[in-house]
T-cell receptor
Framework: DGGITQSPKYLFRKEGQNVTLSCEQN?????MYWYRQDPGQGLRLIYY???????QKGDIAEGYSVSREKKESFPLTVTSAQKNPTAFYLC??????????????FGPGTRLTVL | AQSVTQLDSQVPVFEEAPVELRCNYS??????LFWYVQYPNQGLQLLLK??????LVKGINGFEAEFNKSQTSFHLRKPSVHISDTAEYFC?????????????FGSGTQLTVLP
């Protein structure tokens, strides 16, 4: 089955700790994205990557970091610099980074709670 | 940059009644439009998309949407809803940002179908 997997589904972190969220896709998509979802605010773009070893900041990149060493993997690290990290995090991918005609495919999400 | 407005944050409706979820976007030369559905604690699933051609687009689960360029709207409709349609619905627009096309999401509409 092709798709996007995110792990873990639920994650708890103490204040001041960095934490890494996993995102893997076996769809052979070039582009991958990370979004943050808060109640009543829709989805906001954190980072995106159009190709391996390249990534760009989205609208709310402060306090986050990413890497794209492999086509199928795009992990997101939530650093201690992120002031309000409790949220639902969604990873997505699309076949063509600049085509725009293709929809984005979403993973099931990771709910991060900072204690 | 694009903006997307979903005019209703909550829409309650009785089972088997019709429903319309409203979406307006800011004007642009070339946009692609999407509706996604999100069930609780899950990722987003594509309902339908408008790329070009006929302004009436049919999607999954009996939903359809109409692209109205003059009113910059892309409202989602279903003639008869079921309990299982209870979910959050997001309108999104794709436009060019730098070298890539990105999705901008509305804040979402929670559809609750009542028995």
């Amino acid at each position: 089955d092709g798709g996007i997997t995110q792990s873990p589904k639920y994650l708890f972190r103490k204040e001041g700790q960095n934490v890494t969220l996993s995102c893997e896709q076996n769809l052979n998509h070039d582009a991958m994205y990370w979004y943050r979802q808060d109640p009543g605010q829709g989805l906001r773009l954190i980072y995106y990557s159009q190709i391996v070893n390249d990534f760009q900041k989205g609208d709310i990149a402060e306090g986050y970091s990413v890497s794209r060493e492999k086509k199928e993997s795009f992990p997101l690290t939530v650093t201690s610099a992120q002031k309000n990290p409790t949220a639902f995090y969604l990873c997505a991918s699309s076949p063509q980074p600049s085509g725009g005609r293709n929809e984005q495919f979403f993973g099931p999400g990771t709910r991060l709670t900072v204690l | 940059a694009q903006s997307v407005t979903q005019l209703d944050s909550q829409v309650p409706v009785f089972e088997e009644a019709p429903v319309e979820l409203r979406c307006n976007y800011s004007s642009s030369v070339s946009v692609y439009l999407f509706w996604y559905v999100q069930y609780p604690n899950q990722g987003l699933q594509l309902l339908l998309k408008y790329l070009s051609g006929s302004t009436l687009v049919k999607g999954i689960n009996g939903f359809e949407a109409e692209f109205n360029k003059s009113q910059t709207s892309f409202h989602l409709r279903k003639p008869s809803v079921h309990i299982s349609d209870t979910a959050e619905y997001f309108c999104a627009v794709s436009d060019q940002v730098g070298s890539a096309r990105q999705l901008t999401f509305g804040s979402g509409t929670q559809l609750t179908v009542l028995p």
